[in-house]
């Protein structure tokens, strides 16, 4: 069974840091990979989606990467803004389904 | 880009009633709908796959009598919560799939549900 993990649960930093937020999956038998923002009581933006045969993909001051024999997974945020503050969440497509497996999240607060 | 609505975004009701909550694919025909469900700050958790024109699958420990799926058309899946309680109140995410070369899964923005 795909067990999607996102560490950490919960990060506040003052805004200008760049930051990482991590995912790992039990099961490397992946489509692919997909990282959304949330904001509260809203539904679900996509930021980024990674194939399985990539291994990272970019938007604005976003990067994600894919480690698939590892089972990871990493966001990257540069110069955060106070606007960057939401939860994230990471999901994975399994091979040969079509559902997708979401992560636990972290909650992002960027203070100015 | 693909958008995907949901109607209505909150609904209060009455312990013992019903609600139907609609899914609607604007752009583009979904022969694949996906109902997820969210309790507060907690991550997303699928409930069923809508195939249009045939029966949903439900995954473990979701009751297909008490929460209905109907796949009618290429554009809309609705969900229906029979017989609310307050336990069922929360968040429903709706997603539809778009297929082709992208493939991938577009989110409606939610409907809130508080059962009384």
């Known amino acids: 069974k795909q067990e999607v993990t996102q560490i950490p649960a919960a990060l506040s930093v003052p805004e200008g840091e760049n930051l990482v937020l991590n995912c790992s999956f039990t099961d490397s038998a992946i489509y692919n990979l997909q990282w959304f923002r949330q904001d509260p009581g809203k539904g679900l933006t996509s930021l980024l989606l990674?194939?399985?045969?990539?291994r990272e993909q970019t938007s604005g001051r976003l990067n994600a990467s894919l480690d698939k024999s590892s089972g990871r997974s990493t966001l990257y945020i540069a110069a955060s803004q106070p606007g960057d503050s939401a939860t994230y969440l990471c999901a994975v497509r399994i091979m040969g389904f079509q559902k997708l497996v979401f992560g636990t999240g972290t909650r992002l607060l960027v203070s100015p | 880009g693909a958008v995907v609505s949901q109607h209505p975004s909150r609904v209060i009701c009455k312990s013992g009633t019903s609600v139907k909550i609609e899914c609607r694919s604007l752009d583009f025909q979904a022969t694949t709908m996906f109902w997820y469900r969210q309790f507060p700050k907690q991550s997303l958790m699928l409930m069923a796959t809508s195939n249009e024109g045939s029966k949903a699958t439900y995954e473990q420990g979701v009751e297909k009598d008490k929460f209905l799926i109907n796949h009618a058309s290429l554009t809309l899946s609705t969900l229906t919560v029979t017989s609310a309680h307050p336990e069922d109140s929360s968040f429903y995410i709706c997603?539809?799939?778009?297929?082709?070369?992208?493939?991938?899964?577009?989110f409606g923005p939610g409907t809130r549900l508080t059962v009384l």
């Open positions: 997603s539809a799939r778009s297929g082709g070369a992208t493939d991938t899964q577009y």
């Open positions: 990674i194939q399985s045969s990539q």
